[in-house]
């Protein structure tokens, strides 16, 4: 291999290396101890030596030294683990350069020409290789060298990168090198003589964390079922545990559930993954997050800047982001100081004159005809001209849209399932039907026609509250802006912490979620949706008919067909828009309130929002993402409330609970004025708040959980305080002069005391605060990289049920004893995936993926290549290669009755039982429809031996059976 010339200023420094050929210009050196063996202490010494240093000492076994007449300097130009290899580059050097460098008389020049051939041998080796993607190509050459060599792994299996690091078995430690690829994690250590390695797939990992240990500081401990390895001294520990993280949470969101968890497209395809790809991954999951974008979109640019804002007259510094089709800006410290520009929003983008004051400074024009301020851009013309190609993309894509003609749709099935409520007076006239959809759809939110009793002081002091927020609100649009565009800081957090007044909710939950932008960018979308999902029965459609009158069934809106027939509208369409998800339990509940808020358009595209951007992965057949930030909650827990976590080792029943928090956002357990208050504090911060809050009432109710004597009491103790948890409007009124002790900064009245005292209840904008004051440093960064990790055991907790599961149901039906059968139920999923690893591409698409969707001993199949591989290694008839080959063949082919080309582990596993548990004449039975249609084929090219009729298909095969005894095998 050609390395990039290094200087070496003693050519044998300490002895490590024995000269093997010589001329006036090179050396070829050998690795002293290498190849030597008798094992001397020399060379023991030495090869521990190279492991521990790591450094850029270049400890391959053979290297080539450029040396210059005269020069104590030499320069390392190549170097290889076997001794064939440097030859070859050893016969080069003397062919084509040896010559030429005699003409040269000053030996500078020989340097500098044999340096630049050198370079010039690398560029054309690494022209296209991932090698030349690397930020060091060199060294990952040679590390790409050395985990071939040591692990003898296929081509295919991609290194992405590697670490020097110690490995620790109890409390010895052994320095080597640890190898990231696609689907494995491989180690590599020798030391005196002893040679470590093991490799450890990805889809065989179940925990990744951080831990202190004894000795070690800190450490990556890596767990599968069968051990845990710890590795420590890296170099940057935080960079390792990252890319662990990582790699392991892809290769199982591919392996596993790709069907179900959005994998962006690069990832799915391993051969393109790099540690530089991983890093944008990363960047790219947190910034969809923290603006709660569409899940589609790629990031672009990442660039330091300063942005105007009016609010403090000032420049903020923070770092924006471009998307497809955002402008997304967020201060250094997260949470301080956002800004979201849609493109679709945007009517220009200029560079201004630059000046001492406004250095590069960009001008963004909206269609609001407001403007706003960047400066101190790096790269400012660069980042401008990919901007405005974007924004040109996107318009014209618009102009388009506009441009095509509105003319009758014929959309609607002849037979619908339901009927619109608002249909009844306009017959069989496509048009007034149609008409009459888009006024049903654009109608006012629910609450508007249904609002519950508007008489009594207690309604009078809600308006009257309701009407100060409004104001506040006000005084916030004319200071901040107003629309999707809007400056997002404290202030708009303490506004919402009050909750959001009835008659700007809606408008407010459309502008924080941006679900305003997808109404504005898919006109009629709704509409035609509707159209088309009507008459479509299908088990979403028969469960949202069940759940539709269990959607807050208390309203008055939802005892109404015209209620009932919104609700049935917005869950039928997005069934239809999204099959994946289709439609999941606690979809109705969100939908509902939705509509209470929001036109029944908007409602949908609120839902869209919710269900695609803010709560990924969150409604699928596995609910894999309410799961996975339940396992984040109980980190969160034991991080954040140490005593608790100690009265509470086992979290598990509070999980339980917590679910409902997170998959209905507490409107399932409060009551609904105070849940609501909570919807407005997820549409402004996304999921953060609802671990903030969940954090503040288990804080709450520390006392009480940990004196609880079981889980049904400390259960009782959560219910019964959310139950008490009530909004601004329900709670007693403060004096006039104060409508509330949080909008005004007068201090509330002391209440005269009764004889009897009031109930104890919790305001649920106190809470709130609570939340924000105790537990507003967590950060969405974290919470990203806290799924990441919990992602992993989550995926791996149904990998075991589904274990469990197969088991369970191929037991009762084979001899084979437990253990053994979950060994086989290992070695067939070891086979199943690493088709997936390397296979060529040829392999259906039912194999390509893992589908929990079909019964558990059909979620792993095999092919006939991977059948043959499990036949040698676990089958009794083994005759010669090429007799076990077409034994193997048939067997599957008998095994295969539907077919698809793929055997499941129930049909494996009684062929397996037949041939070892069965008696004599099952065995001899099935040994015998192995040479008869269908396992022998008419096409089949088999030896004389195995192909010639001997046996007759018509009479029946007898066996030797004891004295007195006649029996006959029957097919």
């Not at 064939?84 to 000053?106: I, T, Y």
């Not at 944008?280 to 947190?286: G, T």
């Amino acid at each position: 291999m050609w390395l990039n010339p290094e200087e070496v200023l003693l050519k044998n420094a300490l002895k490590l290396w024995l000269t093997e050929k010589s001329n006036d210009f090179f050396l070829l050196q050998r690795r002293r101890g290498h190849g030597d063996t008798g094992g001397k202490i020399s060379g023991l010494l030495v090869g521990a030596l190279d492991t521990v240093l790591d450094s850029n000492a270049r400890v391959t076994p053979f290297r080539i030294l450029l040396q210059v007449p005269g020069s104590q300097i030499s320069w390392v130009i190549a170097s290889g683990a076997a001794i064939q290899e440097v030859n070859k580059h050893w016969d080069w050097l003397l062919h084509h350069l040896l010559h030429s460098l005699s003409v040269f008389e000053n030996k500078e020049d020989v340097a500098s020409f044999v340096k630049g051939k050198v370079k010039g041998l690398i560029a054309e080796e690494t022209g296209g290789r991932l090698a030349a993607q690397e930020e060091d190509p060199e060294k990952f050459r040679e590390a790409l060298l050395k985990f071939e060599r040591h692990f003898g792994l296929p081509p295919s299996e991609k290194l992405v990168t590697h670490y020097s690091c110690c490995c620790w078995k109890g409390r010895v430690p052994r320095q080597g090198f640890l190898y990231l690829s696609i689907n494995h994690m491989a180690f590599y250590s020798f030391l005196l003589g002893k040679e470590v390695k093991f490799v450890v797939p990805w889809a065989e990992v179940t925990r990744v964390e951080r831990v202190s240990a004894g000795l070690m500081t800190e450490v990556v401990r890596v767990s599968t079922r069968q051990r845990q390895r710890d590795f420590s001294m890296f170099l940057s520990l935080d960079e390792a545990f990252g890319v662990i993280g990582q790699l392991a949470d892809i290769a199982l969101r591919r392996l596993l559930e790709s069907e179900g968890l959005e994998l962006d497209y690069i990832l799915q395809q391993p051969t393109r993954i790099t540690k530089r790809v991983l890093e944008e991954q990363a960047l790219r999951e947190y910034v969809l997050a923290l603006f709660r974008l569409p899940r589609g979109e790629k990031l672009y640019e990442v660039a330091s800047c300063s942005v105007w804002t009016p609010h403090n007259r000032r420049h903020s510094a923070g770092t924006l982001y471009t998307t497809d089709g955002y402008l997304c800006f967020s201060s250094r410290e997260e949470g301080q100081c956002t800004l979201l520009i849609p493109l679709s929003e945007v009517l220009s983008i200029e560079k201004a004159e630059s000046t001492s004051l406004l250095p590069n400074p960009v001008i963004v024009s909206v269609r609001s005809k407001k403007a706003f301020q960047l400066i101190e851009l790096q790269d400012r013309d660069d980042l401008v001209d990919s901007m405005n190609a974007r924004l040109r993309t996107l318009q014209w894509k618009h102009s388009m849209f506009r441009s095509k003609p509105h003319g009758k749709r014929a959309l609607r099935s002849p037979a619908p399932y339901y009927t619109f409520y608002y249909d009844t007076s306009f017959g069989d006239d496509d048009e007034a039907e149609e008409q009459a959809l888009r006024n049903t759809v654009n109608s006012e939110a629910l609450m508007t026609a249904f609002h519950q009793s508007q008489t009594g002081p207690d309604n009078d002091d809600a308006k009257s509250l309701d009407q100060v927020k409004e104001r506040l609100w006000d005084d916030h649009f004319s200071e901040f802006g107003r629309g999707v565009h809007m400056f997002r800081t404290e202030k708009i957090q303490k506004l919402v912490s009050m909750g959001i007044p009835e008659s700007l909710r809606g408008e407010l939950w459309m502008t924080l979620s941006d679900a305003c932008s997808d109404l504005a960018s898919h006109r009629d979308y709704y509409t035609d949706l509707v159209q088309k999902s009507m008459g479509h029965s299908s088990l979403a459609t028969e469960e949202i008919e069940r759940d539709l009158h269990r959607s807050l069934p208390d309203h008055p809106a939802f005892q109404n067909p015209t209620g009932i027939a919104a609700l049935r509208r917005v869950l039928t369409a997005y069934a239809h828009r999204n099959p994946k998800i289709g439609y999941c339990q606690s979809m109705n509940i969100l939908a509902s309130v939705l509509l209470l808020y929001a036109k029944e358009e908007e409602a949908f595209w609120l839902l869209v929002a919710v269900c695609e951007r803010m709560l990924p992965d969150y409604f699928n057949r596995r609910v894999i993402g309410a799961q996975v930030d339940q396992s984040v909650f109980e980190e969160l827990i034991r991080e954040r409330l140490p005593v608790l976590a100690e009265h509470i080792p086992d979290l598990s029943p509070l999980s339980s609970v917590s679910l409902s928090w997170f998959l209905t956002l507490f409107l399932s357990v409060m009551p609904f004025r105070s849940a609501v208050c909570v919807v407005d504090c997820f549409f402004l911060h996304g999921i953060k708040a609802i671990f903030q809050l969940g954090l503040a009432v288990l804080e709450a109710n520390a006392e009480e959980l940990c004196a609880s004597a079981d889980d049904g009491q400390a259960l009782m103790v959560l219910t019964s305080f959310l139950d008490q948890v009530r909004s601004e409007e329900e709670s007693p009124a403060p004096p006039s002069s104060s409508p509330s002790p949080l909008l005004s900064p007068q201090p509330a009245l002391e209440e005269t005391p009764t004889s009897a005292p009031p109930a104890v209840h919790t305001n649920i904008t106190e809470l709130i605060n609570d939340s924000y004051e105790k537990f507003g440093d967590l950060t969405v960064r974290q919470v990203e990289r806290l799924r990441c990790r919990h992602r992993i055991q989550v995926l791996q907790a149904h990998e075991d049920t589904t274990k469990e599961n197969a088991l369970r149901v191929v037991t009762p039906d084979v001899s084979i004893s437990p253990e053994d059968l979950a060994d086989v139920f290992d070695l067939f999923k070891t086979e199943h995936f690493i088709n997936l690893y390397w296979g060529d591409g040829s392999t259906s698409k039912a194999l390509q993926h893992h589908d929990p969707g079909r019964p558990y001993v059909e979620q792993y199949r095999v092919d006939r290549a991977q059948f043959k591989s499990l036949y040698m290694l676990l089958a009794p008839w083994l005759c010669g290669s090429h007799h076990t080959d077409t034994v193997a063949n048939r067997a599957f082919t008998l095994l295969d009755k539907n077919k698809d080309s793929l055997v499941t582990f129930r049909e494996f596993a009684g062929w397996l039982d037949t041939c070892y548990c069965e008696d004599l004449n099952l065995k001899i039975r099935l040994l015998y429809r192995l040479h008869i249609p269908p396992a022998l084929t008419e096409i089949e090219e088999d030896p004389a031996s195995l192909n010639s009729p001997l046996l007759s298909t018509t009479r029946p095969l007898y066996v030797d059976l004891p004295k007195g005894v006649v029996g006959e095998v029957k097919d």
